[in-house]
């Protein structure tokens, strides 16, 4: 006489992998909120940079850099727009693509301003802000190349 192995219904592995998805949910809500959400932004991380201007809408801090949410043709058309209006003196290089990166460079035009250059950049489908500030190589001549 053969006898056939018991294989478990398709009803009874539904019901299990079920009980399985819950239970699993249950542990994570069960845990702190702070215990499953992204982890927070290191208190060694260096804090922005001064920006002469307003920034475009929906830029944030983040990873030592800023992230702008608009595209790089609108955030260069809002960062032209405050340059101009805050009456800064500046040349604007760009957009031009290098390696497969966008960019477009602000060059500060006046010695005496705080920052040298901004250098809006889009690779990746994200859009980054740099700034680059005007060091004085007298009194910090550890900064100097």
């Known amino acids: ?5 018991h294989l478990p219904r398709k009803s009874s592995v ?7 998805l819950t239970l699993s949910c249950a542990l994570v809500s069960a845990r702190p909120p702070h215990a499953w959400s992204a982890p ?3 208190s060694t991380e260096a804090p922005p940079p001064a ?3 307003r920034l475009p ?3 944030r801090w983040t990873h030592g850099r800023f992230l702008v949410t608009r595209g790089l043709a609108e955030a ?3 960062l032209e727009r405050e340059l101009t209006r805050a ?3 500046f040349r604007r290089v760009g957009p031009y693509r290098v390696r497969g990166v966008e960019v477009t460079r602000f060059l500060s035009l006046d010695a005496r301003s705080p920052w040298l250059a901004l250098h809006l950049s889009r690779a990746g489908g994200r859009t980054h802000l ?3 500030p005007r060091t004085n190589p007298l009194t910090n001549p550890s900064e100097t190349r």
């Open 76 to 78: 260069t058309r809002a």
């Open 51 to 53: 920006v002469p201007v």
């Open 87 to 89: 009456g800064a003196t």
């Open 57 to 59: 809408p929906g830029t």
């Open 14 to 20: 539904a019901a299990s992998l079920v009980l399985a």
């Open 40 to 42: 927070a932004a290191s």
């Open 1 to 5: 006489m053969h006898h056939q192995a």
């Open 130 to 132: 740099d700034v680059v």
